[in-house]
């Protein structure tokens, strides 16, 4: 696969204070380092994971740091990614949505405990608890996008208009009563569209292209209508049997009118644009990107780590907010220290890590220790010197339906200084890499920063030659989530 990659430094003194910043003092040689660190990691993992283009935005408080384009927009046609490559956004749209909601709410025009009666008076009486926050942080009990009947039988052929979505939305009952639970639901991004179009005049598309777009210097972004032509739009890709296939999201065609949980398509500018503007408070003041930036708590007083449109978390008294997109996309931004890194791809079945591995280069994320867990106690003790060898070898890592990947991935669990630590995918150039520590109920859990939050915990089936070893995800919401199993193979 070929690169092609260019540059766009902006503001030589902004990029010396980043890094006196970020490493304490100014060394005359770590922006071109860390810059060439950063192109060698994205060629190699785009080649690794068949990404076949990619573009790419950090910024410190709005202004660019590093900016590059690598690979193509359209493998058929050899067409390189450029500054003028749109890509699909996808889930990353949500929070613009949630944008347009707070800016309404700064208006007087709506109320975050609104109930959705209030905008929607012939919403099913079953939804009557349901209120506009619950609908921002996936709380509202609508079900999941795979289960939700806003779209119909999702038919290609013709167009749903915003009223025919929320009819087929309105035949939904709920899953849980609102703020009782975490369902991640397009659905319920759906009906704060409909809100939106419902109190503010305008169609969905007009509104983003009048209040978001222009007010932000967007200038190439659009809502998605596969309809119409759009000149230097990427062609999206997808994984099957290994290679890389197109991906045309076919079922997304009916959504034209009221795409309000991933319809944006823009380009890297456009997204910096976005950045700065946010930054800058042209959108919306502190007040509301704080209560944007905080985390739901539910009824119970659990915290989701999700607020409105955004994955959050604090961690060592620092804020770390972070969407990704089903269409290869990621936004990743360390609030406190005003650092962003955006990555558009076109390739929709890759491990959404890269934002968060060029967070390392930089030496940003922060270093999870045994006081950073949240999903179980670490045991105070050293563990015994036959479990740690027990443990030692190559593992065969074989997902089940409710792992965001697929295909098996090889790991290794080796000792280091007395420690125990788990690198994947084995023998790859760039890997994860992570100590394990012992919890009190048995299980060894990985002490690492993940910029959705995640705990992954590992409970051993055998303790004989033929080592099995049952892989869980918590999110700290009073269960967790078996995801998949490691077995021994050498």
Known sequence: MQFKKSMSMKNFMTVISLFIFLFGKAQTTISDEKSTEIDNYIENIMSDQKIPGLALAITNNGKVLKKETYGLASIEYNVPVTDSSTFWMASVSKHFTATAIMQ??????????????????????????????????????????????????????????????????????????????????????????????????????????????????????????????????????????????????????????????????????????????????????QKSKDLMWSTYKLNNGLPTRYGFCWNTQVIQNKRIIYHPGVAGTEYLRFVDDKVSIIVLTNQAKYERAISHRIAEILNITPVISEKDIKTGTVISSEPKEKDIQMLVGEYEFTPNENYYLEGNIMMDIMLKENELWIEYPAKEKYRKKYKLAKLENGRWIQLSFEPVFVETSFEILKTNKDISIKVYEDYNLGYDIHVGELKKVN
């Not at 209030?118 to 921002?136: E, F, M, N, S, V």
């Not at 167009?159 to 709920?174: G, M, P, R, V, W």
């Not at 032509?229 to 009118?257: A, F, V």
């Not at 500018?269 to 976005?274: E, K, L, Q, R």
């Open 104 to 285: 309404l709410f700064e208006k007087g025009i709506l109320d975050l405990d609104d109930v959705i009666h209030k905008h929607l008076p012939d919403a099913p009486i079953y939804w009557k608890r349901i209120t506009i926050r619950h609908l921002l942080t996936h709380t509202s009990g609508l079900p999941d996008t795979g289960k939700a009947s806003a779209w119909g039988e999702r038919s290609a052929k013709g167009t749903y208009s915003a009223e025919q979505i929320y009819e087929n939305a309105k035949k939904d009952t709920l899953m849980f009563n609102p703020g009782e639970d975490f369902l991640y639901s397009d659905e319920g991004i759906y009906l704060l569209g409909y809100i939106i179009h419902k109190v503010s005049g305008f169609s969905f598309n007009d509104y983003m292209d009048k209040m978001i777009f222009k007010s932000s210097g967007m200038q190439s972004a659009y809502m998605m209508n596969h309809f119409k032509i759009h000149p230097n739009q990427s062609t999206g890709y997808s994984m099957r049997n290994g290679e890389i296939i197109p991906d045309r999201n076919s079922y997304r065609l009916i959504d034209t009118e009221l795409n309000a949980a991933g319809g944006i398509y823009a380009t890297i500018d456009d997204m910096i644009n976005w950045e700065s503007a946010m930054t800058n408070n042209l959108l919306l003041n």
